[in-house]
């Protein structure tokens, strides 16, 4: 059990990584193209990267009409609609902000999932409270700068982490009921339709532009979601979820060491000081110990946070 559940923490390690370092591609990817092709690109790319796992589970390409239920395709599309809104705010936002502010605030959705939870009767603990305080100072000492300015993209960033709180609580209510990798895949091929459309009408671009940015593309769509969400299923499978809480927050971490190396980002000291008790906040928030009562869903919290980075 020990060795089972060492190997899932580095799975998990490595899943951070990946998430925490494709905010990078992300940034990079729109020095060519526009976000919504981005997106929809990179999205089409983690559903093909799915496929081998779709055609596994069938045993043949599709041999047992596995999309055929009524609820798995509500489920994909309703997780696909969210995806898609919370990844291209999350991609509007680096346009104006930094990959540092960028993860850290996409990282508030552990704190927004159970406080959305509340209007649907769920009850929270202290902890949530705790942890909502300390990522609010956090975040004002983070991005509020002369005369009391925010940045437009950490408000943007802001709005896209109580998206993925929306689509947490997706996630957790058809995870349960339908095979978590067609969820994601239709969830994936939604996210790629939509965004291409909006892209077509939005966006101009050529050929040309697309190679230049394939480089991020690929990392973006094999790695950080098709990889990534690949790793994090196995992973879940023998993780602590006490470790899987801690280990999966540091893709924020990640993604301010990525922005510091490979786009010369910097923050002042202030600004560490916001990370740090936007860091701690994230992590009271799902690792204080919660009351039978308190949770309705019979998944823990930490898990359904997890979930909705198959997102990312």
């Known amino acids: 059990m020990r060795s089972q559940a060492l190997r899932a923490d580095i799975l998990m390690l490595i899943t951070a990584m990946i998430w925490g370092t494709g905010f990078v591609a992300q940034r990079l990817g729109m020095d060519h193209i526009g976000p919504f092709l981005f997106t929809g690109l990179r999205f089409a790319l983690g559903a093909l990267a799915l496929l081998p796992l779709l055609l ?12 055929s239920e009524r609820g798995l395709l509500l489920g994909g599309l309703l997780m696909g609609l969210a995806l ?16 540092t502010n960028s993860g850290f605030i996409t990282g508030l959705y552990v704190i927004v999932v159970p406080l959305l939870g509340m209007i649907i009767g769920q009850k929270t ?50 995870v349960g009921r339908h095979d978590a990798i067609r969820l994601a895949f239709l969830q994936f091929v939604t996210c790629a339709v939509v965004s291409l459309i909006l892209a077509a009408v939005l966006e101009e671009t050529s050929l040309e532009q697309i190679w230049l940015a394939t480089p991020a593309l690929v990392y973006g769509g094999v790695f950080a979601v098709g990889v990534g969400y690949t790793l994090q299923v196995v992973a879940q499978k023998h993780a ?9 927050s540091l893709e924020a971490v990640f993604a301010a060491i990525a922005g510091a190396i490979f786009l010369d980002e910097s923050l ?44 990312c």
């Open 56 to 67: 596994q589970q069938s045993r043949g390409p599709l041999a047992h009409a596995p999309f």
């Open 84 to 99: 898609t809104l919370g990844i291209n705010l999350q991609q509007v936002g680096l346009l104006f902000t930094s990959v």
């Open 125 to 174: 603990g202290m902890g949530t409270w705790l942890g909502a305080v300390l990522a609010v100072a956090g975040m004002a000492l983070l991005s509020i700068g002369e005369n009391f300015q925010v940045a437009s993209g950490d408000w943007i960033q802001l709005a896209g982490a109580f998206v993925w709180g929306l689509h947490v609580l997706l996630v957790s209510f058809f």
């Open 240 to 248: 602590i979820a006490s470790h899987a809480a801690i280990i999966l």
């Open 268 to 311: 002042s000291l202030r600004g560490y000081a916001g990370c740090t008790l936007m860091f701690i906040g994230m992590l009271i928030a799902q690792l204080w110990p919660r009351k039978p009562s308190d949770v309705l869903d019979p998944a823990p919290a930490s898990s359904a946070s997890d979930n909705s980075r198959t997102a």
